[in-house]
T-cell receptor, first 111, second 112 residues
Framework: QKEVEQNSGPLSVPEGAIASLNCTYS??????FFWYRQYSGKSPELIMS????GDKEDGRFTAQLNKASQYVSLLIRDSQPSDSATYLC???????????FGTGTRLTIIP | KAGVTQTPRYLIKTRGQQVTLSCSPI?????VSWYQQTPGQGLQFLFE???????NKGNFPGRFSGRQFSNSRSEMNVSTLELGDSALYLC???????????FGPGTRLTVT
């Protein structure tokens, strides 16, 4: 069974610091990787996608992918209280549209 | 562009009843996927439709079904509701394969 693993947290980070979120996946055939942010009571919001090894930066967010280690991470620089949410890692293989999600990491930014 | 819309937003049903949920994708998106989110199981894939055809199905019983219309709007149906079907049902649309999926606000179903 394909699995996506995340540390459930909670992860507490001081405001202005870097938050680092990690995710591992079991299926070597996975080709697309996504990070979603979900506020309490809301639906997931796509914040980053990454398809090839290396880093991808978008504003304060950087996604990192290492297919050999089956590892994907999300860095949030200059963390803000509004970044407090649950972050979901999602993985898709090349064969279909099904997203397999991790259980999410709850992040709290401390002012 | 308008986002993914789902109706209704909230629903309360009793055991044994059936329910139909609706999803309108982002304009131009032809793939619609459905997910169930519960505190215990997290986000679980139900099924995906593309051009009115179900392409993929998750590990849910046959009580869960869906369809897609020619305008890409989709519905899912749950028959003979059970207490365990209480969940947030999310619809996501994408342009196509390898595309990013965007979620609607969800329908919160409570079964009593």
């Amino acid at each position: 069974q394909k699995e996506v693993e995340q540390n459930s947290g909670p992860l507490s980070v001081p405001e202005g610091a870097i938050a680092s979120l990690n995710c591992t996946y079991s299926d070597r055939g996975s080709q697309s990787f996504f990070w979603y942010r979900q506020y309490s009571g809301k639906s997931p919001e796509l914040i980053m996608s990454i398809y090839s090894n290396g880093d991808k930066e978008d504003g304060r967010f950087t996604a990192q992918l290492n297919k050999a280690s089956q590892y994907v991470s999300l860095l949030i620089r200059d963390s803000q209280p509004s970044d407090s949410a649950t972050y979901l890692c999602a993985v898709k293989d090349g064969g279909n549209e099904k997203l397999t999600f991790g259980t999410g990491t709850r992040l709290t930014i401390i002012p | 562009k308008a986002g993914v819309t789902q109706t209704p937003r909230y629903l309360i049903k009793t055991r044994g009843q059936q329910v139909t949920l609706s999803c309108s994708p982002i304009s131009g998106h032809r793939s619609v996927s459905w997910y169930q989110q519960t505190p215990g199981q997290g986000l679980q894939f139900l099924f995906e439709y593309f051009s009115e055809t179900q392409r993929n199905k998750g590990n849910f019983p046959g009580r869960f079904s869906g369809r897609q219309f020619s305008n890409s709007r989709s519905e899912m149906n749950v028959s003979t509701l059970e207490l365990g079907d209480s969940a947030l049902y999310l619809c996501a649309s994408s342009f196509g394969q390898r595309g990013e999926q965007y979620f609607g606000p969800g329908t919160r179903l409570t079964v009593t």
